[in-house]
């Protein structure tokens, strides 16, 4: 079997004096934790979206005058509500408003976001006077006569007293959305928030960013931040099943959804085809043919797809779909962030949140190949920085070879 690390080695040699740690960035900034205590952001748990204190931090450290934010992969859509939501905190004392615009694949995100923005425009007094019957008529609550619509995932999936919880919620509000609905009661009482609410404005695109993309103007976003899904089978449509079927989804729904999620599932099948009908009805075939060139040109992706395809040979992976879903992957970044290219303005910002992943012992250092096709389109990678993780070794983070710990990190790309 032939193992060559040549390409990639190249290609962190080309970086390297980009890559910094910045201990101002840590796991618990990055991921939904840091949201846990803060009023409007702690409502809805999305336990793959990151806080709004990492958004204000970029923003202000990359562009402190407002304008237009977008969020390709918007989760529940922190990146949305900080930047229309000024807000003082840690790092920044003026946060101006900006206008925002968000993309998501998954219905439970979007729903999330609208349940949040239906929530800024509700009468608060009858919100609470509301709340109050709720919390005492429930408790009285026994009709399970509705049942839920199981899909495949969620089938036996919970005890008989959960069920039986579920069944009830179903019939009524739950005890679980009654402290919720509290604490939401609680935020709007303005204890904690300027009662102006947002002088921004937040638009929310539902669907896969692989077809809207396309559909945005060029030059109309001043910042983009976000996190896509990351390169590591992490199945979105498992995690949220109940949620999906809570809000009316069946097993044929779930699967399409599965489907367009951005292929990082084993279950993902290729979406080539899909993506040439996309840019040739907008026609925009040449464009198609543009991304297509510039994923083949890198060399560091061909290498990776390759050792992938040996190693599957060999049996040494423990799926033998991970080859198509890391090809496909990349392949869909490449044509996201062609689009992200095309529609920034020029000297905008995209912020991005990933992790390298690693497969059969073979590192795949996502940031270095995004970055390699960013540049391709004309986006200059300004850094990478690696999330500090207290264990003070970045020369070993850092490393190219071996068992070297993978990079978690955030970069920072300009167009030029
Ligand atoms: C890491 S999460 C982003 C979380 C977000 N930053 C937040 O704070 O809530 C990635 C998101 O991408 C979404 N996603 C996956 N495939 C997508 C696609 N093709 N188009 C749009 N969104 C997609 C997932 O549903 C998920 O919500």
């Not at 931090?57 to 922190?78: E, Q, R, S, V």
């Not at 931040?225 to 390169?231: F, I």
């Not at 992490?234 to 292929?263: C, I, P």
């Not at 070993?396 to 978690?408: D, F």
């Amino acid at each position: 079997m032939m193992i060559t690390d040549e390409a990639r080695k190249k290609l962190f040699k080309k970086y390297e004096k980009l890559i910094a740690v910045n201990p101002d960035l840590n796991r618990r900034l990055v991921s939904f934790q840091a949201n846990k205590q803060v009023p409007l952001y702690r409502w809805f748990k999305y336990k793959e979206g990151f806080s709004s204190k990492l958004v204000r931090y970029f923003m202000t450290k990359y562009h402190p005058t407002a304008g237009h934010i977008l969020d390709p992969f918007a989760g529940a859509g922190t990146t949305l509500f900080s930047a229309i939501n000024p807000e003082k905190d840690l790092f920044s004392t003026d946060c101006p408003s900006w206008s925002s615009t968000g993309i998501e694949l998954m219905p439970v995100g979007k729903f999330a976001i609208e349940a949040r923005l239906a929530a800024e425009r509700i009468d608060r007094k009858r919100f609470h006077q509301q709340m109050e019957v709720f919390g005492r008529s429930f408790d009285e609550f026994r009709d399970t006569s509705s049942r839920i619509k199981h899909i495949a995932i969620t089938q036996n999936a919970f005890t008989g007293k959960t069920e039986e919880n579920l069944n009830r919620y179903l019939n009524y509000f739950g005890e679980a959305i009654s402290a919720k609905l509290r604490q939401i009661a609680g935020d709007l009482r303005g204890d904690n928030r300027n009662e102006s609410g947002h002088d921004g404005k937040l638009t929310v695109i539902s669907g896969s960013s692989l077809e809207a993309l396309p559909k945005l103007a060029d030059g109309s976003f001043d910042f983009i931040m976000t996190s896509p899904p990351y390169c590591n089978r992490y199945d979105y449509t498992r995690t949220y099943a109940l949620e999906l079927v809570f809000l009316g989804h069946d097993d044929a729904d779930v699967k399409r959804l599965r489907q367009e999620l951005l292929s990082c599932t084993v279950e993902n099948k290729e979406k080539d085809h899909k993506l040439k009908e996309i840019y040739n009805k907008i026609g925009r075939r040449s464009d198609y043919d543009h991304v297509m060139s510039v994923y083949m040109a890198c060399e560091a992706m061909q290498e990776v797809n390759s050792i992938l395809g040996e190693l599957n040979a060999h049996k040494k992976l423990n799926n033998s779909n991970i080859p198509r879903m890391v090809r496909n992957y990349f392949l869909e970044m490449c044509f996201c962030i062609f689009e992200m290219a095309r529609i920034l303005k020029n000297n905008g910002f995209v912020v991005m949140v990933n992790d390298n992943v690693r497969y059969g012992g073979e590192e795949i250092p996502v940031d270095l190949i995004l970055s390699s096709f960013a540049e391709s389109f004309g986006l200059r990678l300004k850094k990478i920085w690696i999330l500090a993780t207290g264990k003070g070794n970045s020369s070993q983070q850092m490393g190219n070879h071996g068992k070297s710990e993978l990079r978690k990190c955030i970069y920072v790309w300009e167009k030029i």
